[in-house]
């Protein structure tokens, strides 16, 4: 983008973004969805109350998948149509056949795909939005990167809230009105990662969503913050954290039971990272399925982040976990590695597993590789496990969207449908499968009946 093309979009106003939205949505290559955001904080905050454009509107020309086209019994084509969606209340109002003279927001055509989750990040701490900055060479297990969080943190501190509104509005470009993100509760940040954090998604609440994990990320046990968790499961989180109870925390038993009890306790939900792998790995899955299963109030709330420990086990141990997982309905997060650890994603969704991805870092002092985009994390998965048919890559869409897909196994349309939340993306591409498999361009994002651009 020249200079003089970003300068006249930050002098876009509120008037003129209502006005130009159905520009905006006709996805103009100028007006990239980055570029409303190029302004500074306060411009970025302007924009962020700009973004409603009142309680009902319409949008025409917006293609929806319907069916599937079949020969000699294998799905070849998606079939597409355009319609006229009205929305209300933040919520899909109607679904009706399209009019193209209808006083409308024109859709231009454009795929519309439920809005995309990033169901792991850690959005408290980044340097996105500062200088660039590559991972240090002498920072290689998890309890050297403790040691040196201890010392950036406190500068980190300083400008969280800011930081975690740029991450909110690359999330945004790419799709992503909601997110699950872990935050920082250890004896540096103390609560101030998790106040920082929820002041940034206060400044967000009109266009972002996001439930959050409190993550004792130096280690329970080892940094002794059972004290700050506590007053953290008091704090409006949603999922109690843990990390590595083995490793870092130097006894499995003590520290899960730890984060078992205070979710228990203030009926939260379970997210721990488990990096560990080998017995100690599977000793950690294997307690938490069977506390899960002694207290049914955490099934369907209870999840493992990474779990690489899956990755190394064979095929037979993996499907026997993977059953185990899926009776006890706890999750799994992963987010999509490669090289040499490939989790079997394929055979956790084969026996049922909530599989959900997320970008984990995007730039920061663990890792400078997330991009923002889950659909990339569903085209990840499509290339390393080999979903290259029209069927495949349209199911893909579900690691992006958290299991919402327009069209059933047998193409029956089963989203949109009046009644849904109005959380949605305009795409650029024909169909879901070609959306998963050319990472196409999100032209417009609408969370909850509010166009976010
Ligand atoms: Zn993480």
Not at 24 to 40: I, K, Q, R, T, V
Not at 397 to 403: D, G, R, S, Y
Request: hydrophobic share 40%; proline share 3%; glycine share 8%.
């Amino acid at each position: 983008m020249t200079k003089l093309n970003k300068m006249a979009l930050q002098r876009i106003t509120r008037k003129d973004f209502i006005k130009n939205s159905s520009i905006l949505l006709a996805g103009s290559s100028m007006l990239s969805c980055s570029s409303l955001f190029a302004g500074s904080q306060s411009e970025r905050n302007d924009n962020n109350k700009s973004t409603a454009i009142g309680d009902a509107f319409m949008l025409k020309n917006v293609r929806l998948e319907t069916g599937f086209e079949y020969e000699e019994g294998e799905v070849i084509a998606t079939r597409t149509g355009l319609f006229l969606i009205e929305i209300s209340n933040g919520k899909i109002k109607a679904i009706q056949p399209n009019n193209p003279n209808a006083n409308a927001i024109d859709a231009k055509g454009l795929l519309l795909l439920p809005a995309f989750k990033d169901m792991h990040i850690h959005l408290d701490k980044t340097f996105y939005g500062g200088p660039w900055q590559a991972r240090r060479k002498k920072n290689r297990t998890v309890g050297d990167m403790i040691t040196y969080e201890q010392q950036i943190l406190p500068a980190m501190l300083s400008t969280s809230t800011e930081r975690a509104e740029s991450l909110i509005e690359l999330l945004q470009t790419h799709g992503s009105s909601f997110a699950r993100s872990h935050v920082n509760i250890e004896p540096t940040s103390k609560l101030d990662s998790l106040k920082n954090l929820q002041q940034a998604l206060e400044n967000k609440k009109d266009s972002f969503a996001a439930e959050l994990v409190a993550f004792p990320q130096h280690g329970i046990l080892r940094s002794r913050s059972q004290h700050l968790m506590q007053e953290a499961a008091k704090m409006g989180i949603d999922f109690i954290g843990g990390l590595d109870p083995q490793a870092i925390d130097g006894d499995m038993e003590k520290s899960m039971d730890f984060v078992l009890q205070l979710a228990l306790d203030h009926h939260k939900g379970i997210d721990i990272h488990l990096h560990e792998g080998g017995e100690n790995g599977l000793k950690t899955v294997n307690y938490l399925i069977d506390r899960v299963n002694e207290n049914p109030a955490l099934k369907g709330k209870t999840f493992i982040s990474h779990a690489f420990v899956l990755a190394r086990l064979d095929k037979s141990k993996q499907e026997e976990i993977a059953e185990k997982l899926a009776n006890a309905r706890i999750g799994i997060i992963s987010t999509i590695p490669f090289g040499s650890m490939i989790m079997p994603i394929p055979t956790l969704y084969n026996y049922g597993v909530d599989v959900r991805t997320g970008n984990d870092s995007i730039v920061d002092h663990w890792d400078t590789f997330g991009t923002g985009s889950v659909l990339q994390k569903a085209n990840l998965m499509a290339q390393l496990y080999g979903y290259s048919t029209e069927l495949e890559l349209s199911r893909c869409l579900k690691l992006a969207t958290h299991n919402i897909l327009p069209l059933d196994e047998k193409g029956n349309q089963q989203w949109p449908k009046a009644g849904d939340t109005a959380d949605l993306v305009l795409v650029d591409a024909s169909c879901s499968a070609e959306a998963v498999s050319r990472i196409s361009p999100v032209k417009s994002l609408i969370h909850k009946g509010r166009i976010v651009y």
